[in-house]
């Protein structure tokens, strides 16, 4: 069986891949625990060593790697390239902490000695989504080679080739063969793998519906899972905001990577004295942007990463519509090829409307109308999913507080938009899942914390 990839702006096929059988992934299985029993009584210097080769290739090939993301997901290039330059950033940062993050802690004890080791566990599984390609496994791959484990990768169907491609980075790094591997599998052979006996835990990003049926196989088997779902991430803007940069930060936040990101700013949840100005300039704002051809430049906006979520979204949108929402901006398939959707406003947002409770993963816009503060931070909490969440004022101490205390996220910012940093644990809570990837926290997700005790 084959995976044929198309180009999503030019609805072309671009090549083929031959999928594994099971057989053959769980034999790739084999190899990479075997090469770990070696590699897990490395030293953290020789680790570091591939790792920064690592990064070096990725920053001296990040237009080749730009170029492949294109024409995989349509990412726009110039965002491929930054995403190149940031999995560069994960792995100079795990390859220069992780030796501090997993170093013993002494405990005292009525042991004549006792601490806490941390050790790697094996084999870990990834299962990765198209959105960013190279980022979502290398911010799981770092760390975790890092921490002394081996990887396998099932990465998403339409974007084989940078699943190989980060093969390639990490043997042309000089890592040992096998250790890192990707498999070619589609999903229904997700299950066989995560039963094979060396796979040790799991990793997901991705939709709620995958995660939990990971979960729930990876559960029965009493491995270790990460998931990181999806998320519907509330902006709330309150009477105090400083109203332009405020704008000018969600419609940045709502359409990077062409809306189609987990922590993408999704409902704009303005208090009613600032609704009007807030849409009047949202729609100033959303209009700006150039809808294109990745490859170009000037473009801000490529295609989605494939026609079928291109009418999945514009379905909700037009359900949203029919429920009473309005649209100010957008809504409509253009009339070209390629899977391309507008940037688009939907305002008079309300409960039950696709636009207020699902996920809307692309350039759409939910504007949501609230009394007061209180009733703002009501409407942000009113979600199945808890990602990321934002908070805008001139308040920084009230902002602060309504970060910490009050919005139910993973991630809350205040005068900012969510985004990941190698430096910061990433992760959610309720249907955006459980565990977390970077810091500290995210490297010590996958080893054995384990005590020893020297009487």
Same mark, same amino acid.
């Given at each position: 069986?084959?995976?044929?990839?198309?180009?999503?702006?030019?609805?072309?096929?671009?090549?083929?891949?031959?999928?594994?059988?099971?057989?053959?992934?769980?034999?790739?299985? $084999?190899?990479?625990?075997?090469?770990?029993?070696?590699?897990?009584?490395?030293?953290?210097?020789?680790?570091?060593?591939?790792?920064?080769?690592?990064?070096?290739?990725?920053?001296?090939?990040?237009?080749?790697?730009?170029?492949?993301?294109?024409?995989?997901?349509?990412?726009?290039?110039?965002?491929?390239?930054?995403?190149?330059?940031?999995?560069?950033?994960?792995?100079?940062?795990?390859?220069? &902490?992780?030796?501090?993050?997993?170093?013993?802690?002494?405990?005292?004890?009525?042991?004549?000695?006792?601490?806490?080791?941390?050790?790697?566990?094996?084999?870990?599984?990834?299962?990765?989504?198209?959105?960013?390609?190279?980022?979502?496994?290398?911010?799981?791959?770092?760390?975790?080679?890092?921490?002394?484990?081996?990887?396998?990768?099932?990465?998403? #169907?339409?974007?084989?080739?940078?699943?190989?491609?980060?093969?390639?980075?990490?043997?042309?790094?000089?890592?040992?063969?096998?250790?890192?591997?990707?498999?070619?599998?589609?999903?229904?052979?997700? &299950? $066989?793998?995560?039963?094979?006996?060396?796979?040790?835990?799991?990793?997901?990003?991705?939709?709620?519906?995958?995660?939990?049926?990971?979960?729930?196989?990876?559960?029965?088997?009493?491995?270790?899972?990460?998931?990181?779902?999806?998320?519907?991430?509330?902006?709330?803007?309150?009477?105090?905001?400083?109203?332009?940069?405020?704008?000018?930060?969600?419609?940045?936040?709502?359409?990077? &990577?062409?809306?189609?990101?987990?922590?993408?700013?999704?409902?704009?949840?303005?208090?009613?004295?600032?609704?009007?100005?807030?849409?009047?300039?949202?729609?100033?704002?959303?209009?700006?942007?150039?809808?294109?051809?990745?490859?170009?430049?000037?473009?801000?906006?490529?295609?989605? =990463?494939?026609?079928?979520?291109?009418? $999945?979204?514009?379905?909700?949108?037009?359900?949203?519509?029919?429920?009473?929402?309005?649209?100010?901006?957008?809504?409509?398939?253009?009339?070209?090829?390629?899977?391309?959707?507008?940037?688009?406003?939907?305002?008079?947002?309300?409960?039950?409307?696709?636009?207020?409770?699902?996920?809307?993963?692309?350039?759409?816009?939910?504007?949501?109308? =609230?009394? $007061?503060?209180?009733?703002?931070?009501?409407?942000?909490?009113?979600?199945?999913?808890?990602?990321?969440?934002?908070?805008?004022?001139?308040?920084?101490?009230?902002?602060?507080?309504?970060?910490?205390?009050?919005?139910?996220?993973?991630?809350?910012?205040? &005068?900012?938009?969510?985004? #990941?940093?190698?430096?910061?644990?990433?992760?959610?809570?309720?249907?955006?899942?459980?565990?977390?990837?970077?810091?500290?926290?995210?490297?010590?997700?996958?080893?054995?914390?384990?005590?020893?005790?020297?009487?």
């Amino acid at each position: 069986m084959s995976t044929e990839v198309i180009n999503p702006a030019t609805g072309k096929k671009i090549r083929n891949y031959e999928e594994l059988s099971v057989d053959d992934a769980s034999k790739a299985v $084999d190899k990479a625990h075997e090469v770990w029993v070696q590699w897990r009584n490395t030293t953290f210097k020789e680790r570091a060593g591939y790792m920064l080769n690592a990064a070096r290739i990725l920053k001296e090939e990040k237009a080749k790697w730009g170029r492949l993301m294109t024409e995989e997901m349509g990412k726009v290039t110039k965002s491929g390239i930054a995403e190149a330059e940031k999995c560069a950033w994960v792995c100079e940062y795990y390859a220069q &902490n992780a030796e501090k993050f997993l170093q013993s802690e002494k405990i005292e004890t009525d042991a004549s000695k006792s601490f806490v080791s941390y050790q790697p566990i094996g084999v870990v599984l990834a299962i990765m989504p198209w959105n960013f390609p190279f980022w979502q496994v290398m911010r799981f791959a770092a760390p975790a080679l890092m921490a002394g484990n081996a990887g396998v990768l099932k990465h998403a #169907s339409n974007v084989p080739g940078c699943g190989k491609a980060i093969e390639e980075i990490f043997q042309r790094a000089g890592f040992p063969e096998h250790l890192f591997t990707t498999l070619l599998i589609g999903s229904d052979k997700v &299950n $066989d793998i995560i039963s094979h006996e060396k796979i040790r835990a799991v990793t997901l990003t991705g939709s709620t519906p995958a995660g939990k049926a990971v979960a729930a196989r990876a559960g029965e088997l009493l491995k270790k899972t990460v998931l990181e779902l999806g998320g519907s991430d509330p902006y709330v803007v309150l009477e105090d905001a400083d109203l332009e940069p405020t704008v000018e930060t969600c419609v940045t936040s709502r359409l990077i &990577n062409t809306g189609q990101s987990c922590i993408a700013a999704k409902r704009f949840i303005v208090v009613k004295s600032l609704k009007a100005e807030f849409e009047k300039l949202m729609v100033e704002k959303m209009k700006e942007k150039v809808l294109g051809d990745p490859s170009d430049d000037e473009t801000d906006l490529g295609p989605m =990463a494939r026609e079928d979520l291109r009418d $999945d979204l514009h379905q909700q949108v037009q359900q949203s519509i029919k429920a009473g929402a309005k649209c100010l901006l957008g809504g409509k398939v253009p009339d070209r090829s390629g899977a391309y959707y507008p940037a688009t406003v939907l305002t008079n947002v309300k409960p039950g409307m696709p636009a207020y409770g699902e996920e809307l993963f692309g350039p759409v816009a939910s504007i949501i109308e =609230a009394d $007061d503060e209180q009733d703002a931070i009501r409407i942000a909490n009113d979600t199945s999913f808890g990602l990321g969440a934002a908070v805008f004022t001139r308040d920084e101490q009230k902002g602060e507080w309504i970060a910490e205390k009050d919005l139910e996220a993973g991630g809350c910012f205040v &005068n900012s938009f969510v985004k #990941s940093d190698p430096r910061l644990p990433f992760g959610g809570i309720k249907e955006s899942g459980y565990g977390r990837e970077l810091g500290v926290f995210g490297i010590r997700e996958f080893v054995n914390i384990k005590t020893v005790y020297i009487k």
